[in-house]
């Protein structure tokens, strides 16, 4: 399996809402990653976590909140978003940085 | 973290070679340069990538300057299928760290 597979594809949510987007890999990779990416724009680097520990968190507001449940599985958690936070979001895995990053398809994440 | 910069778009024919720039100045020893190129916002696709030596795949060449501050990606013969916004990524293995520059807008014409 050389996927990084993301869940749900689309997912429109409330301001008031509570949701949570789903990132899993099996290569055995040791680092995942999540990116915001808006229109027409490069992504955004939001966390890294090496060995299911956050390494990186780039100053992203406490809306988002991730998870690392075990060495396969990502989970971004999402509480009282607001519009201007309707973006793609993507996960990427690596085994190691040097090596690159396999891209996940993304979510795409409207707010309304 | 280095910064890259690119050509906001190119257009290539069917079939010749494109050659995507990259200017990576501030890049330093422990940084990898890596293109990727994402098509309809799909997921960023890897192309390929080297430290300091030429690189070449079934997708592409990478030519790296001698000193490091500019690379060029060459997609031998470019087809309609190559239309895509083309990113240069330093990655510093140190702090698993990247940054995305604005890309390159592709489009193949027939």
């Known amino acids: 399996d050389t996927e990084v597979t993301q869940t749900p594809k689309h997912l429109v949510m409330g301001m008031t809402n509570k949701k949570s987007l789903k990132c899993e890999q099996h290569m055995g990779h040791r680092a995942m990653y999540w990116y915001k990416q808006k229109a027409k724009k490069p992504p955004e680097l939001m966390f890294v976590?090496?060995?299911?520990?956050?390494?990186i968190n780039e100053s992203v507001p406490s809306r988002f909140s991730p998870e690392c449940p075990n060495s396969s599985l990502l989970n971004l958690h999402l509480h009282a978003l607001q519009p201007e936070d309707s973006a793609l979001y993507l996960c990427a895995s690596s085994q190691e940085p040097r090596y690159g990053y396999t891209f996940g398809s993304g979510t795409r994440l409207t707010v309304v | 973290d280095a910064k890259t910069t690119q050509p906001p778009s190119m257009d290539c024919a069917e079939g010749r070679a494109a050659n995507l720039p990259c200017n990576h100045s501030?890049?330093?020893?422990?940084?990898?340069v890596y293109w990727y190129r994402q098509i309809h916002s799909q997921g960023p696709q890897y192309i390929i990538h080297g430290l300091k030596n030429n690189e070449t795949n079934e997708m592409a060449s990478l030519i790296i300057t001698e000193d490091r501050k500019s690379s060029t990606l060459i997609l031998p013969h470019a087809t309609l299928r190559d239309t895509a916004v083309y990113y240069c990524i330093v990655i510093n293995t140190n702090a698993g760290k990247s940054t995305f520059g604005d890309g390159t807008t592709l489009t193949v014409k027939p």
């Open positions: 501030t890049i330093s020893g422990n940084e990898y």
């Open positions: 976590y090496s060995y299911e520990k956050l390494s």
